[in-house]
């Protein structure tokens, strides 16, 4: 299994940035994809989440209007379009991949997002 992200990176106050997440080595569209981040010091928390086939999409509060979770089940990538950022969304973003009912519940290695100017 792999989850591999990409795209952070160093973006000024209300910028924005695409974060990617290539997945492989499980059946993608059974699993609930979703992205967290962790900022120094805090615990990690959850961004976005998308269901699977048909399925919800929920998010943070905090990012509501500003962020869009996307996937693409026929390649296994899951997106989570960034805008308006603001410096409190500085922090590692990771990707994640959960099945219902399951212990299956996979992360990527993250990758760093800055906001600052």
């Known amino acids: 299994v792999q989850l591999v992200e990409s795209g952070g990176g160093l973006v000024q106050p209300g910028g924005s940035l695409r974060l990617s997440c290539a997945a492989s080595?499980?059946?993608?569209?059974?699993?609930?994809m979703s992205w967290y981040r962790q900022a120094p010091g805090k615990e990690r928390e959850l961004v976005a989440a998308r269901g699977s086939v048909g399925g919800f999409t929920n998010y943070a509060d905090s990012v509501k209007g500003r962020f869009t979770i996307s996937r693409d089940n026929a390649k296994n990538t899951v997106n989570l379009q960034m805008n308006m950022l603001k410096p409190e969304a500085t922090a590692v973003y990771y990707c994640?991949?959960?099945?219902?009912?399951?212990?299956?519940?996979?992360w990527g290695q993250g990758t760093q997002v800055t906001v600052s100017s």
């Open positions: 080595g499980f059946t993608f569209s059974s699993y609930i």
């Open positions: 994640n991949a959960r099945l219902v009912g399951s212990t299956f519940n996979f």
